[in-house]
């Protein structure tokens, strides 16, 4: 299987602990999307990376949460001091540049609950 | 900043019934319009899409989407329902020339269920 791949795929935490999820890519994709999914909701933006720099930062990315893709491959998401409300799906998504029609593929996600 | 509305949040359909589902966007700028689809137990797959050129598309599985500018809409059909249909819609959006910024912006959802 290609597609993006994600880890892991359940996350059961206690409130004020960190957590760090991995996300890789399609091989060939130059950007990465994270997005967080709560129950009812779509999919909500949180940041996206083009290679390795990270371009823009959603409001709901508060800074206990802090997102890396270190050589422009597989990024990272860590999230500090957890609270019960960062309970969600986080979902990664990859695309290959190609202005204007681009196209994002998902991965299978991380759900994390915070108890 | 733009924004998608669904308005079904669920529908109950027997097979073989025809579907359509609507969404509508709002922006003031030229988008780009996706339909994901995500069955139980799996992750966001894409429907199809539209980037520019013939206003109805075609997508997977029987799937089409006609998109109308002057209403800002772009509704999703199937003309005829199966049970493997049975799964929550998603219609996205993301200007057509604004690069990755701020993402895809999806709508609710809708939670469709078809019933043999």
């Known amino acids: 299987d290609t597609g993006v791949s994600q880890d892991p795929r359940h996350k059961i935490t206690k409130r004020g602990q960190n957590v760090t999820f991995r996300c890789d890519p399609i091989s060939e994709h130059n950007r990465l999307y994270w997005y967080r999914q709560t129950l009812g909701q779509g999919p909500e933006f949180l940041t996206y990376?083009?290679?390795?720099?990270?371009?823009?930062k959603s409001r709901l990315l508060s800074d206990r949460f802090s997102a890396e893709r270190p050589k422009g491959s597989f990024s990272t998401l860590e999230i500090q001091r957890t609270e019960q409300g960062d309970s969600a799906m986080y979902l990664c998504a990859s695309s290959l540049q190609l202005r204007p029609q681009e196209t994002q593929y998902f991965g299978p996600g991380t759900r994390l609950l915070v108890l | 900043a733009q924004s998608v509305s669904q308005h079904n949040h669920h529908v109950i359909l027997s097979e073989a019934a025809s579907l359509e589902l609507g969404c509508n966007y709002s922006?003031?700028?030229?988008?780009?319009l996706f339909w994901y689809v995500q069955y139980p137990g799996q992750h966001l797959q894409l429907l199809l899409k539209y980037f520019s050129g013939d206003p109805l598309v075609k997508g997977i599985k029987g799937f089409e989407a006609e998109f109308i500018k002057s209403k800002f809409s772009f509704n999703l059909r199937k003309p005829s329902v199966q049970w493997s249909d049975t799964a929550e819609y998603f219609c996205a959006v993301i200007p057509h020339s604004g690069g990755g910024a701020d993402g895809l912006t999806f709508g609710k959802g809708t939670h469709l269920i078809i019933q043999p």
């Open positions: 990376f083009q290679n390795e720099a990270q371009l823009e």
């Open positions: 922006y003031g700028g030229t988008v780009n």
